[in-house]
């Protein structure tokens, strides 16, 4: 059911792409792959499309290689895209990050063949549409969907949907805050390990009725550093039920005009958790974001 929905926002980016005039911003500080919202600045109106209509998108990479007593890799890539025309907003955004780590594997009692294994990974859609009721005070209408296959935390999958109410609280040439709220509904799917399935366990759905709540503060330090500060509420309704929080921080910096360097700091809590799971999950990246 959820990727029905989740599909639906590509869906109708393709079906406007052949009317598209493509812009980008001429001097874009930021594109990437976890906003909720769009970025403080805007396209420099003489650059927009006669029809308003506004189409960006941006790829992210970043590679992690250690030598030495242990060898891994971490690899962690994604792709944002962001459709704006009239009062309508749209985004959809991807994320990937693989871990693979070096296994010893015996082939003969006296040869040992060593191989990079995905030892975990994770990976997430998010997809926001907002309506715009009062151009003039920004308030705004939304819906959201969120999936994410995660195998760091307990779940094998997690996934949410949401709809309410939203606003621009403030805005200025330098900074502008964005918040918004909504009842919606939260699936959890717990994970099982191969030693827990030969035993008989068997993964156990979770769905919930939850209040989310999103925020995110934007501040231009100068013409090419720009700092984002991003916090997300799910919070079940039913008592004993799993509630997500998650924080996340970053520090973009205009390398080249299409080339960004993200420094990026994630805070992930779920509030119920296997006994044998973490209930904070945190991730520290440095990743390049492409614009085109």
């Not at 769009?38 to 030598?67: E, H, I, N, R, V």
């Not at 080249?256 to 994630?266: A, E, G, H, M």
């Amino acid at each position: 059911m959820f990727s029905r929905f989740i599909l639906l926002p590509i869906l109708a980016i393709y079906c406007a792409l052949p009317q598209l005039s493509y812009a980008q911003e001429t001097e874009n500080s930021s594109a990437d792959a976890s906003d909720i919202l769009f970025s403080l600045k805007k396209a420099d109106k003489s650059q927009q499309p006669a029809s308003g209509t506004l189409f960006t998108a941006s790829a992210q990479f970043g590679f992690l290689y250690l030598t030495g007593n242990t060898r891994s890799a971490d690899i962690k890539t994604g792709l944002d895209l962001r459709f704006e025309r009239g009062l309508w907003r749209s985004f959809f955004v991807f994320d990937l990050l693989i871990k693979k780590t070096e296994t010893e594997n015996e082939i003969s009692t006296d040869e040992i063949r060593k191989d990079f294994e995905t030892t975990d990974n994770k990976w997430s859609i998010a997809s926001q549409t907002n309506y715009t009721l009062n151009a003039a005070k920004k308030n705004y209408i939304y819906g959201s969907l969120f999936y994410e296959e995660n195998r760091f935390s307990g779940f094998d999958s997690q996934a949410s949907m949401s709809a309410g109410w939203g606003r621009r609280w403030f805005e200025t040439k330098e900074a502008s805050f964005d918040a918004d709220v909504g009842p919606g509904f939260k699936r959890d799917v717990t994970q099982v390990t191969p030693e827990q399935i030969a035993t008989g366990m068997i993964s156990k759905t979770q769905d919930t009725l939850i209040l989310q709540a999103q925020a995110l503060y934007i501040r231009k330090m100068n013409e090419h550093i720009e700092f984002k500060q991003l916090f997300v509420v799910k919070h079940a309704i039913e008592k004993g039920q799993n509630s997500i929080y998650k924080a996340e921080s970053s520090i973009t910096s205009k390398l080249i005009d299409s080339l960004q360097l993200k420094l990026n700091f994630i805070i992930d809590y779920n509030s119920k958790v296997d006994d044998d799971k973490e209930n904070l999950n945190t991730e520290t990246s440095a990743v390049l974001i492409y614009s085109f």
